[in-house]
């Protein structure tokens, strides 16, 4: 049954008020359970387009999002041990970390998912950050359509910053990464590292310090997970001696057990692993 908790109202009531903001799915049954109306809220914000919303239902939305956050814990990069000096591996939810800056990695349309309760973590990003995403995604394509023509689809290894609403994170930097759907090639390769270096750039032009990059193109986009792993260390650790004291903190963000050995092998001696 549901409870009467503030946090469980929050749910209740931004349910019913993204149902009837979609039209389409206003009559559609709503589960008893709290687990079963978290899955219909994701859903309906999954597939809603970027348009505006009332204000009332946003502030309702922000106040949840930043309580689920809490629920679900906050890291912050001091909770997480270095590796090497200003560069860590964190397993988990992305959407946990308290940084200046994490990255998306972004489709050429650059507005998330839009399939509901994908297990991307495009579609994740989207949900923790709230709706407010979806719309400056779609604000920032808008004036560069009106620049570049309204055909213009977001370029591999193009980063476009934005705000991480109700993300621990300060700013979302979004990036489309190479499709690979062949053989590997070294055209790839120097995509995938472009993203890297690009993200970057982008982050000591504004100042943002603490960076946590995503498995870019390890997913939907069949980059393989090894390769870009070793790929993701050559490029920041070559990034960073160039900078010296340009970011405090790099974290490289992996969900799976497999990933996460990939990346300690790439960071670290033989030595160092066995002990």
Same mark, same amino acid.
Request: glycine fraction near 6%.
């Given at each position: 049954m +549901?409870?009467t908790?503030?946090?469980?109202?929050?749910? /209740?009531?931004?349910?019913?008020a +993204? /149902?009837?903001?979609?039209?389409?799915y206003?009559?559609?049954?709503?589960?008893?359970?709290? #687990?079963?109306?978290?899955?219909i809220?994701?859903s309906l914000m999954?597939?809603?387009p970027?348009?505006s919303?009332?204000a009332?239902t &946003?502030?309702?939305?922000?106040?949840?999002?930043? #309580?689920r956050a809490?629920?679900?814990?906050?890291?912050?990069p001091?909770?997480i041990?270095?590796i090497r000096?200003?560069?860590s591996?964190?397993q988990g939810?992305?959407t946990?970390?308290a940084v %200046?800056?994490?990255?998306n990695?972004?489709n050429s349309?650059?507005?998330? *998912?839009?399939i509901?309760? @994908?297990? *991307?973590? %495009?579609?994740c990003?989207?949900?923790?950050?709230g709706?407010?995403?979806?719309?400056a *995604?779609?604000?920032?394509m808008?004036?560069?359509r009106?620049r +570049?023509?309204?055909?213009y689809?977001?370029?591999t290894a193009v980063?476009?910053?934005?705000?991480?609403?109700n993300l621990p994170?300060?700013?979302?930097? @979004?990036?489309?990464?190479p499709?690979?759907?062949g053989?590997?090639?070294p055209?790839h390769e120097r995509d995938l590292?472009a !993203?890297?270096?690009?993200?970057?750039? &982008? *982050?000591?032009e504004h100042?943002l310090?603490?960076?946590?990059? !995503?498995?870019i193109s390890?997913g939907?986009? @069949?980059?393989p997970p090894e390769?870009?792993?070793?790929?993701a260390?050559?490029?920041?650790?070559?990034w960073?001696?160039e900078?010296p004291g340009a970011?405090d903190r790099v974290i +490289?963000?992996?969900?799976k057990?497999?990933?996460k050995?990939f990346?300690?092998?790439?960071? !670290?001696?033989?030595?160092e692993r066995l002990?």
């Amino acid at each position: 049954m +549901f409870g009467t908790s503030p946090q469980e109202r929050r749910l /209740k009531e931004l349910v019913e008020a +993204f /149902k009837a903001d979609s039209g389409e799915y206003r009559n559609i049954e709503t589960p008893r359970d709290t #687990e079963g109306r978290r899955r219909i809220l994701r859903s309906l914000m999954n597939i809603r387009p970027p348009r505006s919303m009332d204000a009332e239902t &946003l502030r309702l939305q922000d106040e949840y999002l930043k #309580e689920r956050a809490r629920e679900r814990g906050i890291v912050t990069p001091g909770e997480i041990p270095e590796i090497r000096p200003g560069i860590s591996i964190w397993q988990g939810d992305i959407t946990r970390l308290a940084v %200046d800056a994490i990255v998306n990695a972004a489709n050429s349309q650059m507005l998330g *998912c839009f399939i509901p309760m @994908h297990s *991307c973590i %495009d579609n994740c990003i989207h949900t923790y950050a709230g709706v407010q995403l979806r719309m400056a *995604c779609a604000s920032e394509m808008r004036r560069l359509r009106e620049r +570049f023509g309204p055909d213009y689809e977001q370029p591999t290894a193009v980063p476009m910053l934005t705000d991480a609403f109700n993300l621990p994170a300060k700013k979302v930097v @979004h990036i489309v990464g190479p499709i690979v759907d062949g053989p590997l090639t070294p055209a790839h390769e120097r995509d995938l590292a472009a !993203c890297y270096f690009n993200t970057l750039e &982008l *982050c000591r032009e504004h100042g943002l310090r603490t960076l946590a990059f !995503c498995g870019i193109s390890t997913g939907v986009f @069949h980059f393989p997970p090894e390769r870009a792993a070793q790929i993701a260390v050559q490029t920041v650790q070559s990034w960073l001696r160039e900078h010296p004291g340009a970011m405090d903190r790099v974290i +490289f963000n992996v969900f799976k057990s497999e990933a996460k050995r990939f990346y300690e092998e790439s960071l !670290c001696s033989k030595a160092e692993r066995l002990s």
